[in-house]
């Protein structure tokens, strides 16, 4: 057959059966799964530093996109400016709007020809 380990035992475990993995004292029933889930640990061994840059990253790239889809709602929601020109007559103090092809406009409360407002 071959020589097989003897799995050691912790204080945590009494059991004859209890293998230890490492450094991390997690403590699996059978030697089989003992190699697989040593194999996995070996694979996720970052350092806390590359974590936490992982983790800032991941939180500002998601800020980001959220804040650039709230935009483009926003924007969709806003009125668009108009086109139009704003008047508001000399005599009676009524501001109103034309087209954006009249220069001057003619007051629909008391009919005097006023410009266009500039601002």
């Known amino acids: 057959m071959g020589t097989a380990a003897r799995p050691r035992t912790t204080p945590f475990h009494n059991g004859p059966r209890a293998v230890e993995l490492g450094a991390i004292g997690f403590l699996v029933a059978h030697r089989a799964f003992a190699?697989?889930?040593?194999?996995v640990s070996e694979a996720v061994n970052v350092s806390a530093p590359v974590l936490i840059l992982a983790y800032v990253v991941i939180l500002l790239g998601a800020l980001v996109g959220l804040s650039i889809y709230y935009e483009l709602r926003r924007k969709q929601f806003e009125?668009?400016?108009?086109e139009d020109h704003i008047f508001r007559c000399g005599k009676c103090g009524f501001v109103y709007t034309d087209d954006p092809d009249?220069?001057?406009s003619r007051c629909p409360h008391c009919g005097r020809l006023n410009e266009a407002i500039e601002f």
């Open 35 to 39: 190699r697989d889930q040593f194999a």
């Open 79 to 82: 009125p668009r400016p108009s």
């Open 102 to 104: 009249v220069d001057r």
